[in-house]
């Protein structure tokens, strides 16, 4: 898949298919990069490998660029799925974008609707960074839960703050208190995705951060407190590394500018190994949520596949056992209305 003029920042995948031959029926993938847009891809179908849209304006593609409240895209740091792919989330520098998207059906038997754009998408609501001394000035992560429909949208500064926005009320939900943030910028923020059979009402409210001072930080979302601190065994300094909490909730796994990737120990924060597996800095890690394989890859250009234990292997004790899988309320949709540009105001 080609189309980014610059470095790529960051990759989402869909939960769900897409609906529409513009999408090929099949997974779509939403990346950010370095050139101020953000791009959606078909996985499957007959457009696999294209670009079905291209973000690059503020408002909207299916209007005329020169508007000035059209502007061009300044800086797009990350991109996320809302609302099992009902809308995406754009960090547009100190706001959050909110859109809203369509992919068109293509008539192949039509030359002229053939040869029409593929997709097309709406701004609904832009939020902004609270004005306080310690917010920051631009956003560097987003994360949201994409499984279920939740409007609950967390969002890291470059102040090292890390916000929980709800997108639908658009307003502040919690904040981390300054005495557990990181001393230096985040790189990673994630919610933890458990597998169905590892779920439980306890497990869908934490998620991890990792930045840039050598930690990697498990938190509980009701509480906005660290659970646990991840250090010692993975280096990480200048680089943007995104590091993997394991579907099964017992270990998180950290790649390291020294070409070797961690794993942790989740129940009592200690290293239970590493691997130098690359010639440079490793960048980003994942697990495979079935089979519990790990790949990683990193600056060398090289992407690594590590194999899980045989099925027979005898498993070591401890850890934590498959909990019940608790479905949450659902929130409402965001909602498609007029453009609304809202400054963030913080919890009373």
């Not at 992919?103 to 609501?125: E, F, M, P, T, W």
């Not at 920051?136 to 916000?163: D, E, H, P, Q």
């Not at 691997?275 to 990193?298: E, K, T, W």
């Not at 899980?308 to 934590?320: T, V, Y």
């Amino acid at each position: 898949m080609a189309g980014h003029q610059a470095d790529v920042l960051s990759l989402c995948p869909s939960y769900t298919d897409s609906h529409s031959t513009g999408g090929g029926g099949g997974p779509l993938l939403l990346t950010a990069a370095a050139d101020h847009t953000a791009r959606l891809w078909a996985l499957n179908g007959s457009h696999a490998g294209a670009d079905l849209i291209c973000f690059d304006r503020l408002r909207t593609n299916a209007k005329p660029p020169q508007r000035e409240e059209n502007a061009p895209l300044e800086q797009v740091q990350d991109a996320q799925f809302l609302c099992l792919d009902s809308a995406i989330a754009l960090a547009l520098g100190s706001r959050l974008g909110i859109y809203k998207y369509e992919l068109h059906v293509q008539d192949a038997n039509d030359d002229i609707k053939r040869l029409q754009r593929l997709g097309s998408y709406k701004c609904c609501g832009i939020l902004s960074l609270p004005k306080e001394p310690s917010s920051g000035n631009s956003i560097v992560a987003v994360a949201a839960s994409n499984s279920v429909m939740s409007g609950t949208v967390l969002v890291a500064s470059s102040s090292k703050r890390i916000y929980v926005w709800d997108v639908a009320a658009e307003k502040v939900l919690a904040a981390v208190p300054e005495a557990s943030m990181h001393t230096r910028p985040i790189t990673c923020l994630q919610l933890a995705q458990p597998h169905a059979e590892f779920q439980s009402a306890q497990s869908m409210d934490l998620f991890y951060t990792a930045a840039m001072d050598g930690t990697a930080k498990l938190w509980d979302l009701r509480s906005m407190q660290e659970c646990r601190c991840f250090e010692g065994g993975h280096t990480h300094a200048g680089q943007r590394l995104r590091c993997r909490l394991s579907p099964c909730l017992r270990f998180l796994c950290a790649p390291s500018e020294d070409g070797s990737v961690c794993a942790y120990d989740v129940r009592t924060g200690r290293v239970l190994g590493s691997r130098h597996c690359h010639r440079d800095a490793v960048c980003a890690v994942d697990i495979h949520p079935r089979m519990g394989g790990l790949a990683s890859g990193g600056f060398d250009g090289k992407v690594h596949f590590h194999r899980a234990p045989l099925p027979g292997a005898p498993r070591k004790a401890g850890g934590r056992g498959p909990g019940n899988l608790v479905e949450g309320p659902g929130i409402e949709r965001v909602r498609e209305a007029r453009v609304r540009e809202v400054e963030m105001d913080l919890p009373m």
